[in-house]
């Protein structure tokens, strides 16, 4: 897990694909490598989980936002956009 992006209202982490397992048996199922990005809404104390397609339009953000570094304004206006996909009350782990 990787920090991407934190102020006092966001918190941005990208979810490394699998991890490899270690155990003396061979796998005989392949798995498939997944990766997303969590975004937790402090105010709210909810979190959104983005896999699939959601989390490669997100990729797509930020492959944006190195391309043109962004105002903290612009960043928490696209990450308010997600907030309303936030059900997941926020634990501690």
């Known amino acids: 897990m990787n920090l991407l992006y934190e102020s ?47 989390a490669e339009m997100f990729q797509q953000q930020i492959q944006a936002w190195q391309q043109h570094t962004p105002t903290q304004e612009e960043v928490e206006n696209t990450l308010e956009g997600y907030t309303g996909l936030a059900q997941q009350p926020v634990l501690v782990h």
Do not use: C
């Open 8 to 54: 006092e209202t966001f918190a941005v982490m990208h979810m490394l694909a699998n991890a490899p397992v270690e155990t003396s048996a061979p796998s005989r199922q392949p798995q498939l490598e997944r990766h997303g990005f969590e975004i937790v809404d402090k105010r709210s104390g909810k979190e959104v989980y983005l896999d699939g397609s959601w």
